[in-house]
DNA sequence: GTGGGATGGGCAA
DNA sequence: TGCCCCTCCCACA
């Protein structure tokens, strides 16, 4: 279900409900072998890098899971609810429980993995730590197409499918441009806008990209249909110069853009 | 009621 | 490149 907003936003709730306590942890319907080896011990804290996250209970014993397209956490007060479903992991304290069902991945990682796995992973806009200049400079070397770019976890991490787009729109980029026809200027704004936008996605729990000047209807709160300038918005009115919104099959994922506004 | 598609990525081939 | 993990929602009948 995620990209990085809502990834980020799971470290730090479950951080807040259940690092620092002893844990019950087990797997109801299997898919994760070691639960009994978590089983009482303290959750130290939780990590998030990219759509990465790592629940850490020792040096060597790093919980990763990579939720995936159909992944998700369900999170709530105990006492545990009825189990339903293909319930992969659930960790719960005297308070708080949390479930994990249809992740990619969920496994024990060690300190080496762990490093690993980081060390592949590009600039973060949600980690304060983030480098992006080189990101900018693979970006400005590739004939690649900036749509595909974007999404390349090794060059940014944690932006998704919607935000490729919705970053693409609103820096008036055609997402077929090759990486290196793309001005460092552009590339940096990218990043600024990316770097207001997912916090404020984590805040609000849902992805909006929209300026309330360029919505076509002034209302409160944001309706759905108003909250993306391009994204699944194919065959519909761009809302700033009402040019049909495209679509495109694209490194196996669908891009979405305005033929108009990012014409070049 | 049904079927297709979706915020992702690893894997086999 | 295509398939898979597994869940939900929407368009369409």
């Known amino acids: 279900m995620p990209e990085g907003n809502e990834i980020h936003r799971f470290a730090k709730q479950h951080a807040a409900a259940l690092a620092g306590h002893r844990l019950h942890v087990d797997s109801p319907n299997g898919g994760f072998p070691d639960a009994t080896v978590l089983d009482g011990r303290t959750l130290k804290s939780v990590e998030a890098y990219g759509k990465h996250l790592g629940y850490v209970f020792g040096k060597d014993l790093i919980v990763h899971v990579h939720l995936g397209m159909y992944g998700d956490f369900w999170e709530g007060q105990m006492p545990l609810p009825p189990e339903k479903g293909a319930l992969r992991l659930r960790m719960w304290n005297k308070t708080d429980w949390i479930e994990l069902r249809g992740a990619t991945d969920c496994s024990i990682f060690d300190e080496e993995k762990w490093a690993a796995l980081l060390a592949r992973l590009g600039a973060d806009p949600l980690r304060d730590d983030a480098d992006p200049d080189p990101a900018f400079a693979v970006i400005r070397k590739r004939k690649t197409a900036i749509g595909l770019?974007?999404?390349?976890?090794?060059?940014?991490?944690?932006?998704?499918?919607?935000?490729?787009?919705e970053l693409l729109y609103r820096a008036r980029i055609d997402p077929m441009r090759p990486g290196k026809d793309v001005s460092l200027a552009e590339l940096r704004s990218i990043w600024k806008d990316a770097c207001k936008l997912m916090p404020e996605a984590m805040e609000d729990r849902r992805i909006v990209t929209?300026?309330?000047?360029?919505?076509?209807?002034?209302?409160?709160?944001?309706?759905?249909?108003?909250?993306?300038?391009?994204y699944r918005r194919h065959n519909k009115p761009c809302f700033v110069c009402g040019a049909t919104i495209k679509r495109q099959e694209m490194g196996g994922r669908t891009v979405y853009w305005c033929p108009q506004c990012q014409a070049n």
């Open 210 to 230: 929209t300026r309330p000047k360029d919505r076509p209807h002034a209302r409160r709160p944001v309706q759905d249909e108003e909250v993306h300038y391009v």
């Open 149 to 165: 770019l974007l999404m390349d976890q090794r060059i940014f991490s944690g932006i998704g499918n919607i935000f490729r787009a």
